[in-house]
């Protein structure tokens, strides 16, 4: 059974730094590109940054220069560092892992999600 699982979100003030981890079970992050999405209060889920599997990045503008992807494949995580951040960064955030490149119509997963809070 594949089990995507998020911690590090919780309540925090604005200007503040959160960390998010995402840990993999019964799959491997090897060969995935992986990423970060978001769905804030009654807004559709969007993309907050993704990280390929030769590690190459790509931020959402509204992010770029206070959020930082990243993936330690040894230990199946993908981690979201989040600083200097504002009330509208508040939404769940989910974790995605993709299917393996190189297999055709390898399922991609998802993670329950995490609760971030930005207070003013």
């Known amino acids: 059974q594949v089990q995507l699982v998020e911690s590090g979100g919780g309540l925090v003030q604005a200007g503040g730094s959160l960390r998010l981890s995402c840990t993999a079970s019964?799959?491997?992050?090897?060969?995935?590109?992986l990423g970060w999405y978001r769905q804030p209060p009654g807004k559709q889920r969007e993309l907050v940054a993704t990280i390929g599997a030769a590690g190459t990045t790509n931020y959402a503008d509204s992010v770029k220069g206070r959020f930082a992807i990243s993936r330690d494949n040894t230990k199946n995580t993908v981690y979201l560092q989040m600083n200097s951040l504002k009330p509208e960064d508040t939404a769940v955030y989910y974790c995605n892992a993709k299917g393996r490149y190189y297999v055709t119509a390898d399922p991609e997963f998802w993670g329950q999600g995490t609760q971030v809070t930005v207070s003013s």
């Open positions: 019964g799959i491997s992050f090897s060969y995935r590109q």
